[in-house]
């Protein structure tokens, strides 16, 4: 088995606690050292500027804040990443939407084959234009709160599955 050291390191940008647990622990089942988890977007900008890794996990929202510029940075390091959000592609702006993408809630086995693509290169086709109303965005809110809170139900199940044996 390699040490730590030999891993692919990610960073993991989430603002939920419990998810960001979920993310980490599938990722090191994975077989992926996990460099950094960052709550908020200063945090997660600092960690994809200095941190020598080779990949991350964003959610597309951290404490209302979109994470793009986190993305941009990566881009111009030229290290893979994808979108990890309870929103859907739909509702990701035009430039971003090529950028592979995992919807929430998701599975260990369904992030790690996400994050090998995005490491692999493969990157999804645009969507169409759409048009995005105040109504629709109001419905993507709730959507992404129902799914994180979907996510944060299984991860409090795999977690306590994990403790118990």
Known sequence: MSDAADLPAILIAEDRAIIAAKIRRDLQQAGYAVA????TIAEAEAAAQRLPIRGAVLDVDLRGEPVYSVAAILLARRLPFLFLTGYGRAALPREW???PLLE??????ALSAALRRAMSGVRPAPLPRTVTTPTIRRAWDH??????????????TELHRAARG
């Open 36 to 39: 950094a988890v960052a709550g």
């Open 97 to 99: 939407q090529g950028v």
């Open 104 to 109: 929430k809630p998701f599975t260990g086995a």
């Open 143 to 156: 959507m992404r709160h129902n799914r994180d809170l979907l996510t944060e139900q299984r991860a409090w």
